[in-house]
């Protein structure tokens, strides 16, 4: 799941209009709309925290890093989440970028 579609789903479930959480995080109900359709996908490491501290969650749910249902699995994704979390916007786009390149790729070969 997208990092846009965790932040509607996150906002719905807590009955939170657009304009509360942009108010919440300091950004417009523009950029929030972009966020959540995934018009922004570089979605800052500040907003990604202040999203996740509006509910209570970690950086690496809204980062789509809490997938595996096998524990150690599971530290792993979050180790190498929080890694991502902490680069430089510059770098995120990149490992991110490389991530979505492979997975496009693994998709093509089944």
Do not use: W
Not at 22 to 28: D, G, K, N
Not at 49 to 64: D, L, Y
Not at 67 to 76: E, G, I
């Amino acid at each position: 799941m997208s990092k846009g579609k965790v932040i509607r789903k996150l906002r719905e479930a807590a009955n939170m209009s657009q304009v509360e959480l942009a108010e919440r995080i300091h950004v417009s109900k523009q950029t929030l709309y972009k966020y959540e359709n995934d018009i922004i996908t570089n979605i800052p490491s500040d907003k990604i925290e202040a999203i996740a501290t509006v509910f209570g969650t970690e950086p690496g749910v809204i980062m789509g890093c809490n997938v595996a249902d096998d524990a150690a699995q599971r530290n792993r994704l979050m180790a190498y989440c929080e890694k991502l979390y902490r680069l430089t916007p510059e770098h995120q786009i990149a490992v991110t970028s490389m991530i979505d390149f492979l997975t496009a790729e693994e998709e093509k070969d089944k």
